[in-house]
């Protein structure tokens, strides 16, 4: 049981949008709704071996399957969240000019309707993966035809950066 005090300090969450991604390459990106990378969408930034990769207007993250179609989960917090179970694959900041992102699939673009956050600013974003993995690529490439759906999703939970930040 929480007591008051510890209740009062949980973060809320405001808004959430789930979108349907196309990983290619092994990859998929989280970006600003109007300026994704400089102005120039195929200029993606490398991830050179890590889990995520931040440039301006947007965010790369590392799928551990290489072409498929999965879920992601985008929140918007009024403070840190509690981290869920998952694989967590990082925490990064991220400058979003227009105060709205959306999930991009790295060959089609935007994957749904941009998610409003708090406005202009910058925002601390976690990003969880739920499945995936070597089972994930096992199980893909044991099945007839190929599975392409349900072998991995992901959370992206956002904040704003606090002005200490």
Known sequence: MLSTIEEG????????AEQQVTVERGQFALCDSEIPFEDDPW??????GHQLAVSRGGAMVASTVAAHDTVVRLEVWD??????EGAALGEAKLE?????????SVPHGPAGDPLELDG???YNFRV?????????????????????????RYE??????????
Not at 43 to 48: E, I
Not at 96 to 104: C, I, N, R, Y
Not at 156 to 165: D, V
């Open 43 to 48: 200029a993606l930034p490398g991830l050179g």
């Open 156 to 165: 992206i939970q956002m904040w704003r950066c606090s002005a200490s930040q």
């Open 79 to 84: 403070g840190q969240p509690q981290q869920r």
């Open 96 to 104: 979003v000019p227009s105060g709205s992102v959306f999930a991009w």
């Open 120 to 122: 202009e600013g910058t």
């Open 128 to 152: 969880v993966r739920f499945g995936g993995g070597p089972e994930a690529q096992a199980r893909q490439q044991a099945a007839t035809p190929p599975l392409f759906t349900g072998l991995e």
């Open 9 to 16: 300090m949980m973060s809320r969450l405001l808004r959430a």
